[in-house]
Protein backbone atom coordinates (compact mmCIF):
# COMPACT_ATOMS: atom_id res chain seq x y z
CA UNK A 1 0.00 0.00 0.00
CA UNK A 2 1.51 3.58 -0.72
CA UNK A 3 1.74 5.99 1.79
CA UNK A 4 -0.89 8.30 3.28
CA UNK A 5 -1.47 10.88 1.30
CA UNK A 6 -4.07 13.52 1.05
CA UNK A 7 -4.70 14.54 -2.81
CA UNK A 8 -4.73 11.14 -4.58
CA UNK A 9 -7.73 9.92 -6.26
CA UNK A 10 -8.90 6.12 -6.88
CA UNK A 11 -11.42 4.93 -8.63
CA UNK A 12 -12.41 1.45 -7.33
CA UNK A 13 -14.27 -1.27 -9.06
CA UNK A 14 -16.26 -3.51 -6.85
CA UNK A 15 -16.22 -2.35 -3.84
CA UNK A 16 -19.59 -3.58 -2.06
CA UNK A 17 -17.74 -6.20 0.27
CA UNK A 18 -14.93 -8.45 0.67
CA UNK A 19 -11.72 -7.23 -0.48
CA UNK A 20 -13.09 -4.35 -2.12
CA UNK A 21 -14.32 -3.29 0.64
CA UNK A 22 -11.29 -3.50 2.60
CA UNK A 23 -9.25 -2.09 0.31
CA UNK A 24 -11.58 0.91 0.02
CA UNK A 25 -11.70 1.70 4.09
CA UNK A 26 -7.38 1.10 3.54
CA UNK A 27 -7.21 3.77 1.02
CA UNK A 28 -9.80 6.09 3.13
CA UNK A 29 -7.69 5.66 6.09
CA UNK A 30 -4.55 6.74 4.21
CA UNK A 31 -5.88 10.05 3.32
CA UNK A 32 -7.62 9.13 -0.44
CA UNK A 33 -10.04 10.18 -2.10
CA UNK A 34 -12.09 7.25 -2.94
CA UNK A 35 -14.92 6.80 -5.92
CA UNK A 36 -16.23 3.21 -5.10
CA UNK A 37 -18.88 0.91 -6.58
CA UNK A 38 -21.32 -1.14 -5.93
CA UNK A 39 -24.08 -2.52 -7.98
CA UNK A 40 -27.16 -1.13 -9.42
CA UNK A 41 -29.56 -2.14 -6.83
CA UNK A 42 -27.50 -3.08 -3.90
CA UNK A 43 -27.04 -1.10 -0.88
CA UNK A 44 -23.42 -2.35 1.00
CA UNK A 45 -21.32 -1.25 3.69
CA UNK A 46 -19.47 1.49 1.64
CA UNK A 47 -22.62 3.82 2.66
CA UNK A 48 -21.56 2.97 6.45
CA UNK A 49 -18.47 4.58 5.45
CA UNK A 50 -19.18 8.06 4.48
CA UNK A 51 -19.65 9.59 7.39
CA UNK A 52 -15.96 8.90 8.89
CA UNK A 53 -14.81 9.25 5.19
CA UNK A 54 -14.98 13.32 5.57
CA UNK A 55 -16.52 13.87 2.02
CA UNK A 56 -13.09 11.49 0.72
CA UNK A 57 -15.74 8.76 -0.39
CA UNK A 58 -18.01 8.84 -3.52
CA UNK A 59 -20.46 6.02 -4.50
CA UNK A 60 -21.24 4.81 -7.68
CA UNK A 61 -23.25 2.25 -9.12
CA UNK A 62 -21.91 -0.16 -11.89
CA UNK A 63 -22.46 -3.49 -12.99
CA UNK A 64 -19.36 -4.67 -15.15
CA UNK A 65 -21.14 -7.50 -17.07
CA UNK A 66 -23.46 -5.05 -18.63
CA UNK A 67 -21.01 -2.74 -21.15
CA UNK A 68 -23.53 0.49 -21.75
CA UNK A 69 -23.42 0.67 -17.34
CA UNK A 70 -19.49 1.13 -17.39
CA UNK A 71 -20.33 3.29 -20.38
CA UNK A 72 -22.67 5.42 -18.26
CA UNK A 73 -20.47 5.62 -15.46
CA UNK A 74 -17.47 6.66 -17.79
CA UNK A 75 -19.63 9.46 -19.02
CA UNK A 76 -20.24 10.34 -15.52
CA UNK A 77 -16.82 10.15 -14.43
CA UNK A 78 -15.62 11.97 -17.68
CA UNK A 79 -14.08 15.58 -15.87
CA UNK A 80 -12.29 13.80 -13.56
CA UNK A 81 -8.46 12.02 -13.32
CA UNK A 82 -7.48 9.22 -11.06
CA UNK A 83 -4.45 8.28 -10.01
CA UNK A 84 -5.32 4.60 -9.55
CA UNK A 85 -8.31 2.71 -11.61
CA UNK A 86 -8.20 -1.01 -9.76
CA UNK A 87 -11.25 -3.22 -10.79
CA UNK A 88 -12.04 -5.70 -8.10
CA UNK A 89 -15.10 -7.28 -9.58
CA UNK A 90 -15.24 -10.75 -9.65
CA UNK A 91 -17.71 -14.32 -8.81
CA UNK A 92 -16.94 -17.59 -8.26
CA UNK A 93 -18.78 -21.06 -8.90
CA UNK A 94 -19.65 -24.16 -6.97
CA UNK A 95 -16.45 -25.03 -5.67
CA UNK A 96 -17.09 -28.69 -6.14
CA UNK A 97 -17.46 -28.07 -9.85
CA UNK A 98 -15.02 -29.84 -12.34
CA UNK A 99 -15.50 -28.74 -16.37
CA UNK A 100 -17.07 -31.49 -16.52
CA UNK A 101 -19.65 -30.24 -14.20
CA UNK A 102 -20.54 -26.92 -14.87
CA UNK A 103 -23.01 -26.02 -17.19
CA UNK A 104 -22.41 -23.40 -20.26
CA UNK A 105 -24.41 -21.05 -18.87
CA UNK A 106 -22.39 -21.14 -15.32
CA UNK A 107 -19.29 -20.65 -17.22
CA UNK A 108 -20.33 -18.26 -19.52
CA UNK A 109 -21.10 -16.08 -16.07
CA UNK A 110 -17.53 -16.70 -14.37
CA UNK A 111 -15.71 -16.28 -17.36
CA UNK A 112 -17.66 -13.15 -18.40
CA UNK A 113 -17.66 -11.32 -14.75
CA UNK A 114 -14.07 -12.44 -14.12
CA UNK A 115 -12.36 -12.04 -17.40
CA UNK A 116 -14.02 -10.31 -20.06
CA UNK A 117 -15.71 -7.46 -17.98
CA UNK A 118 -12.79 -6.33 -15.81
CA UNK A 119 -10.98 -5.81 -19.03
CA UNK A 120 -13.87 -4.17 -20.99
CA UNK A 121 -13.86 -1.51 -17.41
CA UNK A 122 -9.97 -1.09 -17.68
CA UNK A 123 -10.22 -0.68 -21.88
CA UNK A 124 -13.54 2.17 -21.14
CA UNK A 125 -12.31 4.25 -18.12
CA UNK A 126 -8.31 3.58 -19.23
CA UNK A 127 -7.82 7.66 -19.73
CA UNK A 128 -9.61 8.74 -16.51
CA UNK A 129 -6.08 7.74 -15.32
CA UNK A 130 -3.46 10.31 -15.06
CA UNK A 131 -0.16 9.70 -17.06
CA UNK A 132 2.03 8.75 -14.18
CA UNK A 133 -1.16 6.49 -12.70
CA UNK A 134 -1.55 3.13 -11.99
CA UNK A 135 -3.89 0.41 -13.66
CA UNK A 136 -4.97 -2.38 -11.88
CA UNK A 137 -6.66 -5.81 -11.33
CA UNK A 138 -7.42 -8.46 -8.87
CA UNK A 139 -6.76 -11.47 -9.88
CA UNK A 140 -5.67 -14.31 -7.33
CA UNK A 141 -2.97 -17.06 -7.36
CA UNK A 142 -5.80 -19.70 -8.25
CA UNK A 143 -4.97 -17.97 -12.10
CA UNK A 144 -1.43 -19.49 -11.58
CA UNK A 145 -0.92 -22.17 -14.40
CA UNK A 146 2.27 -23.62 -12.48
CA UNK A 147 0.76 -23.17 -9.10
CA UNK A 148 -2.14 -25.42 -10.10
CA UNK A 149 -1.30 -29.01 -8.25
CA UNK A 150 -4.66 -30.46 -7.10
CA UNK A 151 -6.56 -29.45 -9.74
CA UNK A 152 -9.73 -28.21 -7.97
CA UNK A 153 -11.51 -24.79 -8.48
CA UNK A 154 -11.21 -25.42 -12.34
CA UNK A 155 -13.65 -23.23 -13.63
CA UNK A 156 -12.74 -19.99 -11.11
CA UNK A 157 -8.71 -21.06 -12.25
CA UNK A 158 -9.63 -20.92 -15.73
CA UNK A 159 -10.85 -17.19 -15.12
CA UNK A 160 -8.36 -16.14 -13.78
CA UNK A 161 -5.76 -17.63 -15.95
CA UNK A 162 -7.63 -15.66 -18.81
CA UNK A 163 -7.68 -12.26 -16.85
CA UNK A 164 -4.56 -12.24 -16.34
CA UNK A 165 -2.96 -13.24 -19.82
CA UNK A 166 -5.53 -10.48 -20.88
CA UNK A 167 -4.09 -8.04 -18.49
CA UNK A 168 -0.80 -9.05 -19.44
CA UNK A 169 -1.63 -8.39 -23.65
CA UNK A 170 -3.38 -4.85 -22.39
CA UNK A 171 -0.12 -4.10 -20.34
CA UNK A 172 2.13 -5.10 -23.84
CA UNK A 173 -0.23 -2.87 -25.81
CA UNK A 174 0.56 -0.11 -23.62
CA UNK A 175 4.25 -0.48 -22.88
CA UNK A 176 4.93 2.94 -23.75
Not at 45 to 54: C, S, V
Amino acid sequence: MPPPSSNKKLLLIGASRGLGFALAEEYLKRGWHVVATERVGTTSKLHDLLRAAEDRLEIETVDVIYPDQVVTLRARLASRKFDMLFVNAGVKNDDRETIADVSTDEFIRVMITNALSPMRVVETLQDLVLPSGTIGIMSSGQGSIANNENGNFEVYRGSKAALNMFMRSFAARHAG
